[in-house]
């Protein structure tokens, strides 16, 4: 039986203009919540202190690693939890990171050095999703009112720590960095094209180049 896979998406602001053309991985589900004032409750209710993000701001980006724990009851039935940007083209990930692979793995991430905003995955099991509790200051960090990028800096060096299995893998990642991204889309699987040269990869981050649109 396939792993069944489940992306969390909580996002507090205009959605961008493009969104109507974003597509989740194929096979797998995905949670978008925009009520700010729910999330709150559910920050509360779970952990014990008050969310102070606003409206338009980016401060839920340092509640990532908490996603498993704050919607617990919404994703009961999935093996595997994870996030992921809007700003991201999405082609076979499977390919890169098949069943086989993640059914080995406690947490996935798409960098080869953090645990990546853009697409993680975790194992949803209390171990994984209590993780960040591991980290003493983790309310000092999500109750700063500014974002400051703890999940990928300090969040990341606690999984490290703690014997937990993971996988920093980039791999399924295009170049992001192409001032104009040459991108084309093959029934499921995405093609870069890089200097002349196509190569599938399994998502484009457009956020780093100069494409203000969506690239395909």
């Not at 004032?37 to 102070?52: S, T, W």
């Not at 975790?122 to 999940?151: A, C, D, T």
């Amino acid at each position: 039986m396939s792993l069944k896979r489940v992306l969390i998406c909580p996002f507090f602001g205009p959605l961008p203009e493009w969104f109507n053309k974003f597509e989740c991985p194929k096979g797998y589900h995905i949670i978008i919540d925009t009520d700010i004032e729910d999330f709150k409750l559910r920050v509360k209710q779970k952990l014990g202190i008050d969310y102070p993000g606003v409206y338009g701001g980016s401060k839920v980006w340092d509640y990532r690693c908490a996603l498993g724990l704050l919607y617990e009851d919404e994703i009961k039935d999935y093996n595997f939890w994870g996030h992921c940007d809007f700003d991201v083209v999405f082609g076979d990930v499977d390919k890169f990171c098949p069943d086989s692979l993640l059914s080995q793995l406690d947490v996935y991430s798409s960098h080869n050095e953090y645990v990546c905003g853009c697409f993680s995955l975790y194992r949803n099991s209390p171990e994984v999703n209590n993780l960040f509790k591991q980290y003493p200051e983790w309310k000092e960090k999500m109750i700063h009112p500014e974002p400051n990028g703890w999940v990928e800096q300090e969040y990341s060096r606690t999984l490290e720590q703690s014997g937990l299995r993971y996988m920093y893998d980039l791999s399924p990642q295009g170049n992001p960095f192409t001032s104009e991204p040459i991108l084309e889309k093959r029934g499921n699987d995405l093609f870069q094209n890089v200097e002349g040269v196509w190569r599938e990869v399994g998502m484009f981050h457009f956020r780093r180049s100069k494409h203000k649109g969506w690239p395909l």
